[in-house]
């Protein structure tokens, strides 16, 4: 497995986990669970912490990628760039939870508001993690960047 493999395999955690921890955590604001936003915010956790091995993954991928025919080392650095700001509100959000982790269980007064900071921040880094899957996807998938033409069917 080379480096472009990795970071295909270790790209999709930081995506898909907070959006499934998001879920979580509103069923368990629905059903009034402490366990289920615990369980919420430690998913939350994962996630940041999950963004370490793409990052990293992702700066050894570049220097092949940048090899392949047709791939412009601009269309990478948009989604470097954009990866970078991803991870920092990842780790925001890593670091945010673990608070509010740590407030829920030793059943602070701050642990609702906490919690509800976790969704309102999660809200935006799940639209940077957009940006950077779209940005990301964009390298090879000509076909979602914008102004793409497709050539009429002849």
């Given at each position: ?6 970071h ?48 990293y ?72 993690g ?10 090879r ?14």
């Amino acid at each position: 497995m080379n480096s472009i493999h990795f970071h295909l395999i270790t790209n999709h955690f930081p995506i898909i986990v907070p959006i499934i921890a998001l879920m979580v955590m509103l069923g368990g604001f629905l059903i009034r669970s402490a366990m289920i936003k615990r369980t919420a915010l430690a998913l939350f956790i994962f996630g940041a912490i999950s963004t370490f091995p793409a990052m990293y993954s992702g700066d050894k991928a570049e220097d092949l990628v940048e090899k392949i025919p047709g791939i412009t080392h601009d269309i990478i650095e948009i989604h470097e760039k954009s990866a970078e700001q991803f991870a920092v509100w990842h780790y925001g959000l890593g670091l945010l939870a673990l608070l509010a982790l740590w407030s829920s269980w030793k059943n602070h007064k701050t642990s609702q508001i906490l919690t509800i900071l976790v969704i309102v921040f999660a809200c935006v880094m799940i639209y940077f993690g957009n940006k950077t899957a779209t940005t990301g996807g964009e390298i090879r998938h000509t076909e979602i960047r914008i102004g793409y033409e497709p050539e009429p069917i002849r």
